[in-house]
């Protein structure tokens, strides 16, 4: 029969054991992880330049045109042509034909309601 240190021995080894496994388990889902986005942030702008490329294209050739070019299909073609969206220019700042009052009202009481009494600070 083992000794109560025996035991705890035994106990300890197989918690080691079982540890080591879990953490390169984590540590290589993690690698994995981290591998698989870099490669879609890889593709995300392989897609992007094709869009662009495919939009500048349509002034030469339609679509279908380079698909029989290609050998590539016309629908995926349209699709990475959908997916390009050209910059957004900033936004603009709205404008009125007057400009707007300033208020004579203090900013901290702006929100209160003014039936309701004013709590002390």
Not at 16 to 29: E, F, I, M, P, Y
Not at 63 to 85: I, N, Y
Not at 92 to 110: G, I, Q, V
């Amino acid at each position: 029969m083992p000794t109560p240190e025996q035991i705890r021995q035994r106990v300890a080894d197989a918690d080691t054991s079982r540890s080591t496994r879990r953490a390169a388990a984590a540590q290589q889902v993690f690698e994995l992880a981290q591998h698989r986005a870099t490669i879609v942030e890889q593709l995300d702008g392989v897609e992007r330049e094709l869009g662009h490329v495919l939009a500048e294209t349509a002034e030469i050739m339609d679509l279908d045109e380079l698909a029989g070019f290609t050998g590539l299909k016309s629908t995926e073609l349209t699709t990475w042509l959908a997916s390009h969206k050209p910059a957004r220019g900033g936004r603009r700042k709205k404008t009125s034909a007057e400009p707007r009052a300033a208020s004579t009202e203090p900013a901290t009481d702006r929100h209160l309601d003014p039936t309701e009494p004013v709590a002390a600070p």
